[in-house]
């Protein structure tokens, strides 16, 4: 999703389709917001839920308004050092008559081209929300979501989107198309940090040992999901940036097969190891593979595009155990889900990339490069925040759930009466 392009100025026809389609696809990214809602109200317990739903409409209210302040001037800085530049605030050169013209970029005006970018900040938030979800703090989350999108998230954003150093390294540049790197592993390696900061959840890992704290509504959660898998055809298709015929369906294709390979492998690993098939397993195998394409949607074949879905099936099989023996307490499976299989789509570019233009050792040196920098500053704001207001809740409000001790409501009237966890 690289802007950084020659201006080719096309018809108007052309122009006024494309930018209707950029429109349509930031619709799409946008509807995610209410699949991301859905999937981890329903996976966390029910006293918990009215506060995830909270926390799924304030996100986005702060991803944009922060983007709009800063956000898109430090991504899209035009021409500076690789790491560090600002464009100024607001968005743009919002009175230049040119911004709304195909002598913007060729394809679509500048608001357009604003309201695309800055649902995808508001996605990268939205990551942290379910990892840490019954137990930290309402406004430290704010908090940190304010810090995070308003700062980190751009900066790192416009070394690879904004022609900074990393869209130049190699003979080709790190490639990632819709962000399994810069959005998925982004708000991923933020929610590591959170989970490791705040604790695990009470009863969780009780004498070494791992107890299940099951889902409230499943129908809720397989509901989200095909709200983002549908999301998801503007969150990539949309990233070609034009609408070109031949780049978007190639890009459908592949991220949807990716998407049904997550399914399978997901569905029949944890039918094995469980001896039965897990639905919240096959759920977060469907975002495994939509999280793994999302980098290489365009450079890779159909058939490739399935067998990363697949791999990346596994994959978040494999994480969720692994965290949990690792006693990380992640109730929406945030970490197996984005920061795992972000990292896996993003080196699966160096492995089945068709054109022969991008190298495994090139999307390594990404990986690492967006790992360290979100990792330390998502650390370091949780910390300070913990050291300062607090993160986590008490033991009794934590117990109570946070829709009481939070909001002074009940997702479901009266449920709580009923409810000792």
Same mark, same amino acid.
């Given at each position: 999703?690289?802007?950084?392009?020659?201006?080719?100025?096309?018809?108007?026809?052309?122009?006024?389709?494309?930018?209707?389609?950029?429109?349509?696809?930031?619709?799409?990214?946008?509807?995610?917001?209410?699949?991301?809602?859905?999937?981890?109200?329903? +996976?966390?317990?029910?006293?918990?839920?009215?506060?995830?739903?909270?926390?799924?409409?304030?996100?986005?209210?702060?991803?944009?308004?922060?983007?709009?302040?800063?956000?898109?001037?430090?991504?899209?800085?035009?021409?500076?050092?690789?790491?560090?530049?600002?464009?100024?605030?607001?968005?743009?050169?919002?009175?230049?008559?040119?911004?709304?013209?195909?002598?913007?970029?060729?394809?679509?005006?500048?608001?357009?081209?604003?309201?695309?970018?800055?649902?995808?900040?508001?996605?990268?938030?939205?990551?942290?929300?379910?990892?840490?979800?019954?137990?930290?703090?309402?406004?430290?989350?704010?908090?940190?979501?304010?810090?995070?999108?308003?700062?980190?998230?751009?900066?790192?954003?416009?070394?690879?989107?904004?022609?900074?150093?990393?869209?130049?390294?190699?003979?080709?540049?790190?490639?990632?198309?819709?962000?399994?790197?810069?959005?998925?592993?982004?708000?991923?390696?933020?929610?590591?940090?959170?989970?490791?900061?705040?604790?695990?959840?009470?009863?969780?890992?009780?004498?070494?040992?791992?107890?299940?704290?099951?889902?409230?509504?499943?129908?809720?959660?397989?509901?989200?999901?095909?709200?983002?898998?549908?999301?998801?055809?503007?969150?990539?298709?949309?990233?070609? +940036?034009?609408?070109?015929?031949?780049?978007?369906?190639?890009?459908?294709?592949?991220?949807?097969?990716?998407?049904?390979?997550?399914?399978?492998?997901?569905?029949?690993?944890?039918?094995?190891?469980?001896?039965?098939?897990?639905?919240?397993?096959?759920?977060?195998?469907?975002?495994?593979?939509?999280?793994?394409?999302?980098?290489?949607?365009?450079?890779?074949?159909?058939?490739?595009?399935?067998?990363?879905?697949?791999?990346?099936?596994?994959?978040?099989?494999?994480?969720?155990?692994?965290?949990?023996?690792?006693?990380?307490?992640?109730?929406?499976?945030?970490?197996?889900?984005?920061?795992?299989?972000?990292?896996?789509?993003?080196?699966?570019?160096?492995?089945?990339?068709?054109?022969?233009?991008?190298?495994?050792?090139?999307?390594?040196?990404?990986?690492?490069?967006?790992?360290?920098?979100?990792?330390?500053?998502?650390?370091?704001?949780?910390?300070?925040?913990?050291?300062?207001?607090?993160?986590?809740?008490?033991?009794?409000?934590?117990?109570?759930?946070?829709?009481?001790?939070?909001?002074?409501?009940?997702?479901?009237?009266?449920?709580?009466?009923?409810?000792?966890?």
């Amino acid at each position: 999703m690289n802007e950084v392009t020659q201006v080719v100025p096309v018809s108007d026809a052309i122009f006024m389709t494309e930018n209707i389609w950029i429109m349509i696809s930031a619709m799409l990214v946008f509807i995610m917001g209410l699949g991301f809602a859905c999937v981890e109200a329903g +996976l966390v317990r029910a006293k918990c839920s009215a506060n995830v739903a909270f926390k799924n409409i304030a996100v986005p209210a702060i991803g944009i308004t922060m983007y709009a302040l800063l956000g898109f001037g430090l991504m899209y800085p035009g021409t500076f050092n690789g790491i560090l530049g600002f464009a100024g605030l607001g968005i743009g050169d919002w009175a230049n008559p040119d911004s709304f013209t195909a002598a913007y970029n060729g394809h679509f005006t500048l608001f357009a081209d604003w309201l695309f970018q800055a649902m995808f900040a508001a996605t990268a938030a939205t990551i942290v929300s379910g990892a840490v979800a019954e137990r930290v703090k309402l406004h430290s989350f704010l908090i940190f979501t304010i810090i995070y999108v308003a700062f980190v998230y751009p900066i790192v954003g416009s070394w690879t989107w904004g022609g900074g150093w990393l869209s130049t390294l190699g003979a080709h540049g790190f490639h990632d198309l819709a962000g399994s790197t810069l959005v998925h592993s982004v708000g991923g390696w933020a929610a590591l940090a959170g989970v490791m900061i705040l604790g695990p959840r009470i009863g969780k890992y009780v004498g070494g040992k791992v107890h299940a704290i099951p889902a409230h509504n499943i129908p809720l959660a397989t509901i989200g999901v095909f709200m983002l898998w549908f999301g998801w055809w503007g969150f990539n298709a949309g990233s070609a +940036l034009s609408g070109d015929p031949k780049a978007t369906s190639w890009i459908l294709v592949t991220t949807n097969l990716a998407a049904v390979a997550g399914i399978i492998t997901a569905t029949l690993t944890s039918w094995i190891v469980s001896k039965k098939p897990d639905a919240t397993m096959a759920l977060n195998g469907c975002l495994a593979g939509l999280v793994a394409i999302t980098a290489g949607a365009d450079v890779v074949t159909p058939l490739s595009s399935w067998i990363i879905g697949a791999i990346a099936g596994v994959l978040v099989v494999g994480a969720v155990f692994m965290f949990d023996r690792l006693h990380l307490d992640d109730p929406v499976g945030a970490l197996s889900v984005h920061l795992v299989n972000g990292v896996w789509g993003t080196l699966a570019v160096g492995i089945f990339d068709m054109t022969g233009d991008y190298t495994l050792g090139t999307q390594a040196v990404g990986v690492l490069a967006y790992a360290v920098p979100c990792f330390a500053a998502a650390s370091l704001i949780f910390f300070a925040i913990k050291k300062t207001i607090g993160l986590r809740v008490t033991e009794r409000q934590e117990l109570r759930g946070l829709d009481q001790s939070e909001h002074g409501q009940e997702a479901y009237s009266g449920f709580q009466i009923f409810s000792n966890m």
